[in-house]
């Protein structure tokens, strides 16, 4: 794996470039999506306008549940994604859903560009920052389906949890089960009415980690509601971009 630098300067621009045979270039990241359709506003991983730089999507079809429970009927299918993707160009790769986890090593051994298939795969670093007292509540989509044998394939365990699933919100359904009428306004509302509440309960919270890739959009409103950090698919994806696209710093000393 080797990546060109940017062009950033006027010599780099008017330099000699050759490159593999792409119908298309620029992509940083690219994102395996399951063919499901409901509204995805700003913020939501597969809505593109959600990030300031570009990032290419491949689509998967498969029922939900069948990612949720980590059927291995589907990881062929997932792995063909990944490898198209980087037959493209992208430097990492990502996946929108939580429950990609169930694939995450199976799918890095495939490839040869950074894979971060999970928003669970940042817990271990969460689990590093804040005191060994506090704990991070997991808000998912489907909380049955967070084990301790999906966690060990990102790095981590059970300890110091507290997941609470979201997916029987009613005000969520549209997202769970495909519908194509979203209340948006109570689904903020509700989102951050559990967060508060699972903060009244548990006092020694220390961070809030969303599995789901359709949480993101919410992610300041709970913030503001808990005063906690919050964790997201989005925070990953800025961190795993600016890794593998870094740039030229300019200013004065």
Known sequence: MEWKSCLETTEEINGIH????RFTAGFAIGIIAVHLVYPKLPGNVANATTYPFP?????VNFEIEQLFAGDLTIKEDIIQAAKELEAQGV???IGACGYFAHFQQDVKEAVDVPVFLSSLCQLPIIKTGISEKKKIAVLAASGDNITEELLKKVGTDV??????NIG???SFSAIRYGRLTLD???LTKDLCEVAVKLKEEHPDIGAILLECSDLPPYAKQIQAATGLPVFDFNTM???VYHAVVQKTYYGYF
């Open 168 to 170: 029987s919100l009613e």
């Open 55 to 59: 990032v290419v999507y491949r689509e």
């Open 237 to 239: 994806i800025d961190m």
């Open 91 to 93: 430097r990492a790769i």
């Open 184 to 186: 948006n306004g109570r």
């Open 18 to 21: 050759t490159t593999p045979p």
């Open 159 to 164: 300890s110091r949890l507290i997941v609470k």
